[in-house]
């Protein structure tokens, strides 16, 4: 019985709890608030992005990371902006990727897919098994619009790459109103014939932009009555750590995720935590509390003294976030941009 007490102590000694029970286990890390490209939905055109001073180094990356890690993370997953635009990334995601298996269990990649063709094998020998990549419509002339900078067959060219190189790739689609509501069908078709699991997001408001969000919502209980009307969506009890919910698509046999932070919140079973590149670390994606990490760091505090700034942060967090969709007058529910936080 002693022997039990003290290994459930042990346990919680090193797990990160919040105040509602839930282990916060997955760590997302926002290595650069700088894109390659500048998606009508996430920034402005004009984005003035953060002075490289104010960014962590790799090395604070890692010492950060590897404090989460001995606290229970188990799931880390870089994204950014986007995130191989960060000079040197491969020696940070060799070093965490050395870590699999050491108390981390998976390593995993947001991108915009830019970069794929560069890097692919890396990514694999280095430790990463699984990458998200954002492709919002299969429309060359459409796909520019939307990211203003983007070249969709550099994307396709990359996504090739990455199959090759060993990558499960799961394909990520904002759906917008008026602009790709008709074309999800197909996209969904066309990633499960490439092997790809789709997952569907409805637009977060966060930071300013020079659309009206009022404009481009499209709640995806409404894209989900549209799909039924043509497919059979099974239940799935599959997981990947983060807020999607999946079905599976009989008439494909693929798996369809659906992230909805608006007509369905994710928050009961949140088990996350995302960390900017500037070392605030945010408990939720949709409230403005946060802990200056950064801060910690440059007080010299490293070992326990780290971890017990990261559990306090932790105490904090909130139940869900706040987020709703408002009319321009009263702003975006969140201030700060979503590469500033971390896609």
């Given at each position: 019985m002693l022997d039990k007490t003290v290994e459930k102590f042990n346990?919680?000694?090193?797990?990160?709890?919040?105040?509602?029970?839930?282990?916060?286990?997955?760590?997302?890390?926002?290595?650069?608030d700088r894109c390659d490209f500048r998606c009508v939905y996430c920034m402005a055109e004009n984005m003035t992005f953060l002075p490289k001073a104010d960014v962590l180094s790799l090395e604070e990356i890692e010492t950060?990371?590897?404090?989460?890690?001995?606290?229970?993370?188990?799931?880390?997953?870089?994204?950014?902006?986007?995130?191989?635009v960060r000079k040197?990334?491969?020696?940070?995601?060799?070093?965490?990727?050395s870590k699999i298996g050491s108390g981390l269990e998976e390593l995993t990649l947001t991108t915009n897919g830019s970069q794929l063709s560069r890097f692919s094998d890396q990514l694999y020998d280095y430790?990463?098994?699984?990458?998200?990549?954002?492709?919002?419509?299969?429309?060359?002339?459409?796909?520019?619009?939307?990211?203003?900078?983007?070249?969709?067959?550099?994307?396709?060219?990359?996504?090739?790459?990455?199959?090759?190189?060993?990558?499960?790739?799961?394909?990520?689609?904002?759906a917008l109103k008026g602009v790709n509501e008709n074309e999800l069908q197909s996209m969904i078709e066309w990633a499960h014939n490439e092997g790809h699991d789709f997952t569907i997001i409805e637009t977060m408001p966060m930071g300013e932009i020079t659309e009206d969000r009022t404009d481009?919502?499209?709640?995806?209980?409404?894209?989900?009555?549209?799909?039924?009307?043509?497919?059979?969506?099974?239940?799935?009890?599959?997981?990947?750590?983060?807020?999607?919910?999946?079905?599976?698509?009989?008439e494909t046999g693929g798996r369809l995720?659906?992230?909805?932070?608006?007509?369905?919140?994710?928050?009961?079973?949140?088990?996350?935590?995302?960390?900017?590149?500037?070392?605030?670390?945010?408990m939720c994606l949709g409230q403005d509390d946060s802990a200056n990490l950064r801060k910690e760091l440059q007080m010299g505090k490293t070992g326990i003294e780290l971890e017990d700034a990261i559990r306090e942060a932790i105490s904090r967090k909130p139940?869900?976030?706040?987020?709703?969709?408002?009319?321009?007058?009263?702003?975006?529910?969140?201030?700060?941009?979503?590469?500033?936080t971390g896609g």
């Amino acid at each position: 019985m002693l022997d039990k007490t003290v290994e459930k102590f042990n346990n919680n000694i090193n797990s990160l709890i919040d105040p509602f029970g839930r282990a916060i286990s997955y760590l997302r890390v926002s290595l650069t608030d700088r894109c390659d490209f500048r998606c009508v939905y996430c920034m402005a055109e004009n984005m003035t992005f953060l002075p490289k001073a104010d960014v962590l180094s790799l090395e604070e990356i890692e010492t950060l990371c590897t404090s989460f890690i001995n606290l229970g993370t188990k799931k880390i997953r870089l994204t950014g902006g986007e995130p191989l635009v960060r000079k040197n990334v491969l020696t940070l995601i060799k070093s965490l990727g050395s870590k699999i298996g050491s108390g981390l269990e998976e390593l995993t990649l947001t991108t915009n897919g830019s970069q794929l063709s560069r890097f692919s094998d890396q990514l694999y020998d280095y430790g990463v098994r699984r990458v998200n990549v954002s492709i919002d419509t299969l429309n060359p002339e459409l796909f520019k619009k939307i990211t203003r900078w983007g070249d969709l067959e550099k994307v396709l060219v990359g996504l090739k790459s990455a199959k090759k190189a060993g990558l499960k790739c799961k394909i990520n689609a904002v759906a917008l109103k008026g602009v790709n509501e008709n074309e999800l069908q197909s996209m969904i078709e066309w990633a499960h014939n490439e092997g790809h699991d789709f997952t569907i997001i409805e637009t977060m408001p966060m930071g300013e932009i020079t659309e009206d969000r009022t404009d481009q919502y499209l709640p995806l209980s409404m894209v989900r009555a549209k799909l039924r009307q043509k497919y059979t969506l099974t239940e799935s009890e599959y997981k990947t750590g983060g807020p999607a919910r999946y079905v599976k698509v009989e008439e494909t046999g693929g798996r369809l995720g659906f992230i909805t932070p608006l007509t369905h919140n994710f928050c009961e079973s949140c088990n996350r935590v995302r960390l900017t590149c500037t070392g605030m670390l945010y408990m939720c994606l949709g409230q403005d509390d946060s802990a200056n990490l950064r801060k910690e760091l440059q007080m010299g505090k490293t070992g326990i003294e780290l971890e017990d700034a990261i559990r306090e942060a932790i105490s904090r967090k909130p139940k869900g976030h706040d987020f709703e969709i408002s009319r321009r007058a009263s702003g975006p529910a969140v201030k700060r941009h979503m590469s500033v936080t971390g896609g």
